[in-house]
């Protein structure tokens, strides 16, 4: 079980989900999200603010932020389909909103101890497991993430030896982000359980890897 933890974006489907779970295991958590707390990803001074006001320490961190749509746009079908505004946004939430968390990062977790850090993020974005094409802001700006992701594991373990950093695939699960697309989707409580079993079982010998809900390791 851990200690304290944190959860980001803890208004969204998961981020809820992953809120209630770890209350019903005995688990202090620390949630912070927009609709309520004013915590924008997009924004540099509301990450600073927001996450320079916490205290500490905490063994396990979960960001739960993320968009489909960019600028109210469907993910795109076709070349043809790209907009400039579309995919500054998706980067603005999905790629540079995750850096300035990692940004972050570091002073809120325990020197001597244990800790497990989790970026959402997604298949799709990884570069040699695309087989079906499309989506082009979201899958690139996922990309983006799973890189800063991954730099910053090993800028972390130089001074943190048992953090673990990971990115991290939930699957296609039942919730308001998904609600328009794909018909078999993971249920809110099963997406947080699967989660946090692997969470549990993450150790430093894992950070800088991509997994998915499964617990399988992903290709970059």
Known sequence: ????????????????????????????????????????????????????????????????????????????????????????????????????????????????????VAILTARVGSISDNHLGGWYSYRAAKAAANQVIRTAAIEIARSYKQACLIAYHPGTVASDFTKDYARDKLPLEAAAAHCLCLMSRLSAAQTGRFYDWKGDQVPW
């Not at 998706?90 to 790629?95: D, E, G, M």
């Open 1 to 116: 079980m851990f200690k304290n933890a944190l959860i980001l974006g803890a208004s969204g489907g998961i981020g809820g989900a992953l809120v209630a779970a770890l209350t019903a295991q005995g688990t202090p958590v620390t949630a912070l999200a927009r609709s309520r707390d004013g915590f924008d990803v997009t924004d540099p001074a509301s990450v600073a603010g927001h996450l320079g006001a916490l205290k500490g320490p905490f063994d396990l961190i979960i960001l739960a932020t993320g968009k489909l749509d960019g600028a109210g746009l469907p993910p795109e079908k076709s070349l043809k389909a790209l907009s400039a505004e579309a995919m500054v946004d998706q980067f603005a939430t999905n790629a540079i909103g995750p850096a300035l968390v990692l940004r972050e990062l570091p002073r809120l977790l325990p020197k001597d101890a244990p800790s497990t």
